[in-house]
């Protein structure tokens, strides 16, 4: 069945995958389109021929795209802060940005809220409160940018506020008993649950669908990389105004430190969230750019480090903070790998880069069984502590995850399935991930005894 | 009739500005005419108007303003500028010259 308005949209994105168009050049191609189209069809032309006869005319699309790249050669540099065209869309990116002024200020005053109930970064006990409550300052209001973006029913919004509320509650009445082990465990925990929650939000409706669970994934990585950009942006600021104040005399350390620096990681993090969500159809994703070029290096670094670890016969190391530079090295494969495929294109064929995420799991895999077996053995022997069951499960986990991928690409290769399976297992497999995350935050502190 | 790409390309102005002379117009309705006014004689690769009108404005030839249509299509309208009405005059001065000439060599031919 022909549909004209899908035909017309795959069109558009044909032509804005060159990637010489602007959004206005688009609409306007567009507009012609339709009026093409319109005009044979008065002349009794079915829609389908009156869309191939208009896309004819309008010519081939790559002599178009290069005609539009000559003079379109610096605009498409300054895409991202132009305003959209039309007033609808205008007034919505107005909002937003209100959003995010708004939502910074008080994300940044919430903070600050404790301080004037005698809980000020310097009173005793304070590390304890912020390190499990910090993400309870900012993540919600993450959350109800993309639910008002969205325009989320007030179902979801009662959960979403619930699910938030209920971890707050959960985390502070918890006591917290020397060395504060599970403590720290849930602050570092209930951050990345939190935001998996977020991406509930992010995705809307169907987040139980693998492609808008992909979304969210692209997101995250590029929310970090712009993060990280800004949040240095801010430091440049902070340190240029600290320094002019001091050539005139002026101490504003102390300023500083209570406001700009809170504000700042605010600000920081909801212009980011904006940013990202505005850039996503105009500028290339950077993430995956920056996985196809680490992809390589850390294959042949873990292939060298497999090799001088079986010639020497060194067993790895035991101690937990080994363990947890094992973990983050799965976790660093899976980022790796699940960027170049978020970039990939479902129906090409198998590449380069596939046969080399498929060797870097294999090495990963190999040496991370080398280290796990130790590690179990020795854990059995000195007993059991939350950290290390927290690293342990970790390990597993992500082991679960890349040997899952592991199987499905060898599939894959072997024509035994389609691509799309690989991107529904990982999708899927964050279910997993936010049972662990969850369950270390809040059942942690109850079986070892809040310790 | 087969137009060569170079002549073509060098009529795309003063056709464009000699027909916004007339009223504001968008896009589609700018190759229409054309093709009007050429007696179907002139069919232009439509995509290529675009990158033209596009450098028009830069050069201050022409503006352009977003409007809505009655069918409730958004449309980019092309205004003529002071400069352009200028450009046109030079352009038609430069062309009847060329048509003179072309038109003096032709009928001593004969």
């Known amino acids: 069945m022909f549909d004209l308005e899908t035909q017309i949209r795959s069109w558009s994105d044909h032509l804005r995958a060159h990637g010489n168009f602007t959004e206005a050049d688009l609409s306007e191609l567009e507009s012609h ?90 009173a005793p006990g304070a590390d304890l409160f912020y390190v499990k409550n910090l993400s309870l300052f900012i993540l919600p209001f993450i959350a109800a940018f993309f639910m008002i973006r969205r325009g989320a029913p007030a179902r979801a919004w009662l959960a979403i506020l619930a699910i938030f509320a209920g971890s707050a509650l959960l985390i502070n009445v918890y006591p917290s008993f020397e ?62 105004t600290t320094m002019i104040f001091q050539a005139i005399h002026v101490d504003v350390g102390r300023f500083m430190e209570d406001n700009y620096i809170i504000y700042g990681v605010c600000f920081t993090a909801m212009i980011t969230v904006y940013l990202v969500e505005a850039k996503r159809s105009v500028v290339e994703n950077f993430a995956p750019i920056l996985a196809r070029i680490f992809t390589p290096l850390f294959l042949v670094t873990m292939t060298v480090f497999l090799v001088v670890m079986v010639v020497t016969g060194q067993s790895p ?32 064929p198998a590449n380069l880069f596939d046969y080399l995420n498929l060797a870097l799991i294999a090495v990963a895999l190999l040496i991370d069984a080398a280290a796990l077996s130790a590690i179990v053995f020795r854990l059995s022997a000195f007993g059991i502590t939350p950290n290390k069951m927290a690293a342990l499960g970790e390990n597993l986990v992500l082991l679960g995850n890349l040997a899952g991928l592991a199987w499905l690409y060898v599939q894959y290769f072997r024509k035994k399935c389609a691509f799309i399976k690989l991107e529904q297992w990982q999708t899927a497999y964050f279910n997993g991930y936010a049972v662990w995350l969850a369950f270390v935050a809040f059942v942690f502190p109850l079986l070892f005894g809040f310790k | 009739m087969n137009v060569s790409k170079d002549l073509i390309a060098a009529s795309a102005t003063p056709l464009i500005l000699a027909i916004l002379k007339e009223k504001d117009n968008y896009g589609y309705a700018i190759i229409k005419r054309v093709r009007e006014m050429s007696e179907n004689e002139l069919v232009w690769t439509e995509g290529m108007l ?61």
């Not at chain 1, 910074?104 to 809220?113: C, S, W």
């Not at chain 1, 992010?202 to 139980?208: A, D, M, N, S, V």
């Not at chain 1, 530079?325 to 294109?345: H, K, P, Q, T």
């Not at chain 2, 500028?81 to 000439?101: C, D, N, P, S, T």
């Open chain 1, 33 to 122: 389109l339709r009026d093409q189209i319109e005009d044979l069809e008065t002349s009794g032309l079915s829609a389908e021929e009156a869309f191939l006869i208009g896309v004819k005319r309008l010519g081939n699309v790559d002599a178009i795209s290069h005609e539009f790249a000559k003079v379109n050669s610096e605009n498409l540099w300054k895409h991202l802060f132009v305003e959209p065209v039309d007033p609808q869309a205008r007034q919505q990116n107005r909002r937003d940005l209100g959003l995010v002024v708004l939502f910074a200020l008080l994300a940044g005053t919430l903070i600050k809220v404790p301080g004037w109930f005698g809980l000020g970064f310097d």
């Open chain 1, 179 to 240: 060395p504060h082990n599970t403590t720290y465990l849930s602050g570092l925990h209930l951050p990345l649950f939190l935001w998996l929650v977020v991406g509930v939000t992010y995705i809307g409706q169907e987040w139980r669908r693998c492609q808008g669970r992909m979304n969210f994934i692209r997101f995250s990585g590029e929310a970090f990389i712009y993060g990280v950009l800004v949040f240095a942006g801010v430091m440049v600021l902070g340190g240029f």
């Open chain 1, 317 to 348: 190391f035991l101690e937990r903070e080994f363990l947890i530079a094992f973990d983050f090295m799965l976790a660093m494969v899976l980022g790796l790998v699940l960027y170049v495929i978020s970039s990939r294109d479902l129906n090409q």
């Open chain 2, 50 to 110: 675009y990158p033209v009108l596009h450098r028009l404005e830069e050069q201050r030839l022409i503006e352009s303003y977003w409007d809505t249509a009655e069918t409730g299509r958004k449309r980019k309208y092309y205004r003529i500028l002071k400069q352009g009405r200028q450009e046109l005059q030079q352009q038609k001065r430069q062309w009847e010259m060329i048509h003179a000439a072309l038109t003096k060599s032709w009928n001593e031919e004969r």
